[in-house]
């Protein structure tokens, strides 16, 4: 499976590891804080793929993999498997959550998500996964839906080893992260021994050598013929997080084969949303049916949106006073649910997409709109917010609405909202519109 939503945030906290780490919200201290505030979620900026999307990637740059066919349905898989060496062929699901082998489908209850059968037992196995949803840790249990099949090769592996780059911000540029062992998280082969755990910085200039390539194969423990073939496959690596914008490459295990190959065999990859515009044909792989609906609707319209489990929906301009929101939304006894920036330059149409995806979720009682005008002057703002509320039905339809504006025109976009006839409570102080949200959503 490539790629999951906190995979990149995990691997980072290896970096400095086992030192004490901040929380994102402030530091409260414990008398005013009844509960914990929310740091379970964070915006993604970066694209998944499913594995078969990038094993092609990685075949483009010289990458070794097991030989591997995608298929789509249970003909197909008959059909493609005798096109594989070998007697017996590996069945993976593709969904883009982890946990994939120990999971199971809803649907009908088989167990697991990656399986090893005989060539005449591929369209039985294909039959009980193509089509249906698979649950693991990772999806909850909603689970997620597997349309697709990757059939590969079975390979006999004698040593699995680990290795990753990501971006590392102390010592700006590429992070190698390696181990001797793999196979299983990293972060428990960290906790056992932080010895094993080896670190290689990159300088984003010089780039990749041959000189540190052979380097981390030979701590990564490649011995003899290896030690050359595991370095290109490490420089090649290098060129796929470079060439494609990646902001995290996992390659866990990287396998030392019987029969002397090393090869990728299973791996997470993320691609930086920002570099969209030139890795067109990457980003043009998306799956939107891995994502949740509501997210997917509002990246049309450039809103961050996350969905949550809480009452209390979130319309925030600005990232860091979204993430403040959340906390004194939890630390005066409510829950949002969700996160929410409607950005800088909130417009009629934007506002109007991000009331009607609040309005989707059944889970949302109350809705508090926390605005702050600075470059967008609150006037603006104002008229954008009594659209998007007429444009969902107007008073009949909304849910308990609070609107804090402060700033630039504060008075003119909270006379705005009075002469509107929007039935809303209005506030310009922070903390008594997020006690009122708290309150109507109870």
Request: a neutral charge; hydrophobic letters at 45%; aromatic letters at 6%.
């Amino acid at each position: 499976q490539f790629g999951s939503r906190f995979r990149f945030t995990l691997l980072s906290l290896l970096i400095t590891m086992f030192s004490a780490v901040a929380p994102i919200c402030r530091r409260l201290p414990a008398s005013t804080r009844k509960q914990a505030p929310v740091v379970g979620a964070v915006q993604k900026r970066f694209l998944n793929l499913h594995e078969y999307q990038a094993q092609k990637i990685f075949t483009d740059f010289c990458v070794g993999v097991p030989k591997n066919i995608p298929v789509f349905s249970v003909a197909e898989a008959a059909e493609k498997a005798n096109l594989l060496p070998g007697d017996e062929v590996v069945v993976k699901s593709q969904v883009l959550a982890g946990g994939r082998g120990l999971g199971h489908f809803k649907e009908n209850g088989f167990q697991g998500g990656v399986h090893i059968v005989p060539k005449s037992k591929v369209a039985e196995t294909a039959e009980k996964m193509l089509g249906k949803t698979l649950v693991t840790k990772q999806t909850g249990e909603a689970g997620k839906p597997n349309n697709t099949l990757l059939l590969a090769e079975k390979v006999s592996i004698e040593k699995e080893k680990y290795f990753a780059i990501l971006m590392d911000r102390a010592s700006g540029g590429p992070l190698m992260i390696g181990s001797k062992v793999g196979g299983t998280s990293i972060e428990d082969i960290a906790a056992a021994d932080p010895t094993a755990i080896i670190k290689q910085p990159v300088d984003i200039k010089e780039g990749m050598t041959s000189e540190i390539a052979t380097s981390m194969a030979t701590q990564m423990g490649f011995t003899g013929s290896q030690v050359p073939e595991a370095a290109t496959l490490i420089a090649n690596l290098y060129k796929v997080f470079v060439g494609c914008d990646c902001t995290m490459l996992e390659i866990n295990p990287l396998a030392q084969l019987s029969d002397g190959r090393v090869l990728v065999c299973d791996a997470k990859v993320n691609f930086d949303d920002n570099a969209e515009f030139r890795q067109k044909a990457i980003f043009d792989q998306r799956d939107t049916s891995q994502e949740n609906p509501m997210e997917v609707e509002a990246k049309k319209y450039d809103l961050n949106y996350i969905k949550l489990d809480g009452s209390v929906a979130c319309m925030v301009n600005g990232a860091g006073l979204a993430m403040s929101t959340m906390d004194l939304l939890s630390i005066l006894g409510g829950s949002p649910a969700n996160f929410l920036d409607v950005g800088g330059a909130s417009t009629v149409e934007t506002m109007t997409a991000a009331f009607k995806i609040i309005m989707g979720d059944s889970a949302v009682k109350s809705i508090f709109v926390n605005i702050f005008g600075g470059i967008a002057r609150c006037d603006h703002i104002a008229e954008a917010v009594v659209a998007g509320v007429k444009a969902v039905g107007g008073n009949d339809a909304i849910k308990p609405l609070v609107i804090r504006l402060e700033g630039t025109n504060v008075e003119a976009g909270m006379k705005i909202i009075k002469e509107s006839g929007v039935n809303a409570f209005l506030t310009n102080d922070f903390t008594t519109g997020a006690k009122k949200a708290v309150e109507l959503a109870k």
